[in-house]
């Protein structure tokens, strides 16, 4: 993958990206912060613009890269999750307050009709299961202190990323939003990748930044 891919698959998903020379700028309302990719000596350098509230703009470096290719896909997951978070996941959980997601109410029982709900299939999560499954959001016990992980297991059954120990009510909720960010990869940018000719070119550790 290239810039100019990665660009024309984000703004076909909807997300506003504009295309320089050796840079990606994504297109946010003015006088607002705004995330980039550009080429610096041999380098990608992927960084924030700060802008609100700033005398004099000034440039946050995020993370550096070797190759295009990395920096284009890490470019693309990373903007379209919080992308799909904002235009998709927020919007839903603010409709359906009852469920009270990621709030002091939000249980088990209303994380399963809150998936359900979605459509999310069962096949793409399991909760306390000891069973090493693929493709799976996987939520754990952690310890003898009741703290919980949320892992992400890849095609082959390993993990991919995990988070830290966290209250089971935080837990819920980091599953929730991953397995709705795993439906949505499944559902449309599985698509979109295939259509500009790289869906044969994702690794699991690429749809993990698409899912933090």
């Known amino acids: 993958m290239n810039i100019s891919i990665a660009a024309k698959i984000m703004n076909k998903a909807g997300k506003q990206i504009t295309i320089e020379p050796d840079k990606l700028v994504e297109i946010n309302p003015p006088y607002e912060n705004y995330h980039y990719l550009k080429k610096v000596r041999e380098e990608w350098e992927f960084g924030l613009l700060l802008v609100e509230r700033q005398e004099i703009p000034n440039e946050k470096v995020i993370k550096l890269f070797k190759s295009e290719k990395e920096a284009a896909v890490y470019f693309l997951m990373n903007r379209l999750s919080a992308f799909y ?10 409709k359906q307050e009852g469920f009270d997601i990621g709030g002091p109410e939000f249980n088990e029982r209303k994380f399963h009709e809150a998936i359900y709900l979605v459509g999310i299939p069962p096949t793409l999560f399991s909760l306390n299961e000891t069973i090493s499954k693929a493709n799976r959001i996987i939520v754990e016990v952690e310890g003898e202190d009741e703290k919980f992980i949320v892992k992400y297991r890849g095609e082959d059954g390993k993990t991919i990323s995990s988070t830290l120990p966290v209250s089971k009510k935080r837990a819920l909720f980091f599953a929730f939003k991953k397995l709705f960010l795993f439906h949505l990869f499944n559902k449309e940018i ?10 044969n070119d994702i690794t699991d550790e690429d749809i993990s930044v698409f899912l933090t």
């Open 85 to 94: 978070f904002a235009k998709r996941i927020r919007p839903f959980m603010m």
């Open 190 to 199: 599985k698509d979109l990748l295939l259509e500009h000719g790289e869906g």
